[in-house]
């Protein structure tokens, strides 16, 4: 099947820094991918899509300033979360479609954020 | 726009039980995709079983198999012979299908259901 991969982890920082998660899909070319986020014991909420080579679409309540998404090229996706502060401590998780798959997204194992 | 909604923030069943988890939605479009989801405590998203709205029969996948119910609007997922491993955190997900039939990919996510397996 399809692989997602997001880097890092899990990532500590220090209010008023930046921080960057990275999406790859690695056996397939991702035209669309998605960010979510998530609370402990809640539903994930979509942030943004991302197309390949133009810029992000963002729901409607998301920051695009405080939530960078590009998406370079086919395979990479990044989100930086910039000048952080606590309550953006949270769960993200990208999920990436490729253009000719007709069924689902493939998600990526999360990135687990906390600003102290 | 689309609404997902999961009834049963927790539920409970022995090892080897049967047990149906709740969904129902809300969507004027005609043709659209319906996903269960588990997150284990890992939190990896893992796909169960998917439905596409065009197709009557209900799509089953080993144990798991749902009730697709088009006019009601419902979406639920049986899990038979439950194990210890299905205790997860499971969610119900809509994507719209494009003109070509395909999926759009993005989901609009249920509350979620902690589901418990008892030994």
């Known amino acids: 099947g399809a692989v997602v991969s997001q880097h890092p982890s899990w990532v500590i920082c220090k209010s008023g820094t930046s921080v960057k998660i990275e999406c790859r899909s690695l056996?397939?070319?991702?035209?669309?991918m998605f960010w979510y986020r998530q609370f402990p014991k809640q539903s994930l909420m979509l942030m943004a899509t991302s197309n390949e080579g133009s810029k992000a679409t963002y729901e409607q309540g998301v920051e695009k300033d405080k939530f960078l998404i590009n998406h370079a090229s086919l395979t990479l996706s990044t989100l930086t979360v910039t000048s952080a502060h606590p309550e953006d401590s949270s769960f993200y998780i990208c999920?990436?479609?490729?253009?000719?798959?007709?069924?689902?997204?493939?998600f990526g194992q999360g990135t687990r954020l906390t600003v102290v | 726009a689309q609404t997902v909604t999961q009834s049963q923030p927790e539920m409970s069943v022995q090892e080897a039980e049967t047990v149906t988890l709740s969904c129902t939605y809300d969507t004027s479009e005609n043709n659209y995709y319906l996903f269960w989801y588990k997150q284990p405590p890992s939190r990896q998203m893992i796909l169960v079983i998917r439905q596409e709205a065009y197709k009557q029969q209900n799509a089953t996948e080993n144990r798991f198999s749902v009730n697709f119910q088009k006019a009601a609007k419902s979406f639920s997922l049986k899990i038979s012979d439950s194990q210890l491993g299905d205790t997860a955190m499971y969610f119900c997900?809509?994507?719209?299908?494009?003109?070509?039939?395909?999926?759009?990919?993005?989901?609009?996510f249920g509350q979620g259901t902690i589901l418990t397996v008892h030994p």
């Open positions: 056996d397939f070319q991702a035209t669309t």
């Open positions: 999920s990436a479609r490729e253009g000719m798959r007709n069924t689902e997204a493939f």
């Open positions: 997900a809509f994507s719209r299908a494009n003109a070509g039939g395909t999926s759009y990919g993005k989901l609009t």
